[in-house]
């Protein structure tokens, strides 16, 4: 079964738009890691975030910024004020305590048109 | 200085070649791992090692063969190659499970992968 799911596989947007990622997980542990990675199409996996499941606050750096909602298990992306940089694929990905791996949700392919 | 690096970037072979992928960190992390991703960007692990140890092997064909000389180094071989290996390889380091403190979802930090054609 997906464990993240990534239900928007491609969003386009004018520059300057804002645009949200949207991450829905799953999980029956009560320990684990959100994390978030940028995929340029220069092809290397950037690391954005990592969140664990005791942390709730949300994070903003920079045009980015993160909303975490255990009450219904999304950990979402928001970029905002978007730039023709923004443009790449972006991976939401869930640790579960002590597993070794992470498992990634399919992507969203961002396009930012200028 | 480059923190996971991984060699060659790009490799295209015949079907039913050997070859192997090479896999460095220089971050002094525990844990190396292998991960798939697919011609529709799917991100998917192969093997984690902890301490040069297989931790994780995650169905994946017996002629795929991680071997970690050391903690630093994960290479990955693969035999008789098919069409279907097609794709590109990531390695990726962590300090999961690390030391005493035995830290678990630590950040995993990805080389620049290696793409694979198989013909």
């Known amino acids: 079964a997906q464990k993240v799911t990534q239900a928007q596989t491609e969003i386009s947007v004018v520059e300057k738009e804002d645009v949200t990622l949207d991450c829905v997980y799953e999980t029956r542990d009560t320990t684990y890691y959100l994390f978030w990675y940028k995929q340029p199409p220069s092809g290397e996996l950037v690391f954005l975030i990592r969140r664990n499941s005791f942390d709730e606050q949300n994070e903003i750096s920079g045009r980015y910024s993160w909303n975490f909602q255990k009450s219904t298990s999304s950990f979402n992306f928001t970029i905002t004020a978007s730039q023709v940089v923004d443009s790449a694929v972006y991976f939401c990905?869930?640790?579960?305590?002590?597993?070794?791996?992470?498992?990634f949700g399919a992507g969203t392919t961002v396009t930012v048109r200028a | 200085d480059t923190a996971v690096s991984q060699t060659p970037k790009y490799l295209v072979t015949q079907m039913g070649n050997d070859k192997s992928i090479k896999c460095e960190q220089n971050?002094?992390?525990?844990?190396m791992y292998w991960y798939k991703q697919d011609s529709k960007k799917f991100l998917k692990i192969m093997f984690s090692?902890?301490?040069?140890?297989?931790?994780i092997n995650e169905t994946v064909p017996n002629r795929f063969s991680p071997k970690s000389p050391d903690k630093a180094h994960l290479n990955l071989h693969i035999n008789s190659l098919e069409l279907g290996d097609s794709a590109v390889y990531f390695c990726?380091?962590?300090?999961?499970?690390?030391?005493?403190?035995?830290?678990?979802?630590?950040?995993?930090?990805f080389g620049p992968g290696t793409r694979l054609t198989v013909l």
């Open positions: 990905a869930l640790s579960e305590d002590g597993d070794y791996k992470l498992s």
């Open positions: 971050l002094g992390h525990d844990t």
């Open positions: 990726a380091s962590s300090q999961e499970g690390g030391g005493l403190a035995q830290i678990h979802g630590d950040t995993q930090y």
């Open positions: 090692y902890n301490n040069k140890e297989l931790i």
